[in-house]
């Protein structure tokens, strides 16, 4: 499941859905991102741009490779658009499998394509001066150990 949206979530309540009256999951692995002010108290805001229909279906794709990979019961993937401010949720991965294992790479995989390949344009704003955002080089190398 996936959701790409400009209001907010909860965690708690996002999770509980996701596995309600599961008995087979044995694992819930959760990852919340955090629009974080890198900048040394400067930071305005983040404004999250996509193409909307394009960017949910590359987002299902990914999901499915997620699944085709690892024996998830289940996942979802919120990722928040329009102009967010330092610590406001920006993004929610949730992997749900009988076994841990599973489930943690499931996350990580997901997480290592949203911050390197899905189409999310982040622009900053400083309070005078904008700019894009790149995916960092450490974010790519983290990436690259899922290439198939």
Do not use: C
């Not at 890198?38 to 193409?51: D, K, P």
């Not at 919120?78 to 967010?84: C, E, F, P, T």
């Not at 992997?95 to 996350?107: G, I, L, P």
């Amino acid at each position: 499941m996936i959701r790409v949206q400009t209001e907010d979530f909860d965690i708690g309540a996002e999770v509980a859905a996701l596995t309600a009256g599961r008995t087979d999951i044995g694992a819930v692995v959760t990852f919340s991102g955090l629009v974080r002010d890198a900048n040394g108290g400067s930071l305005a805001s983040l404004e999250l741009e996509h193409y909307p229909g394009m960017t949910e279906k590359e987002l299902a794709r990914i999901e499915r490779e997620a699944h085709e990979r690892w024996p998830l019961q289940a996942s979802l993937i919120i990722h928040r658009v329009g102009k967010l401010l330092p610590g406001d949720n920006i993004v929610l991965v949730v992997t749900a499998s009988a076994h841990r294992q599973a489930a943690f790479e499931a996350a990580s995989f997901l997480m290592d394509y949203l911050k390197t390949r899905a189409p999310f344009w982040k622009r900053e704003d400083t309070g005078g001066e904008t700019r894009w955002v790149d995916a960092r080089e450490s974010d790519g190398e983290a990436a690259a150990k899922w290439k198939a």
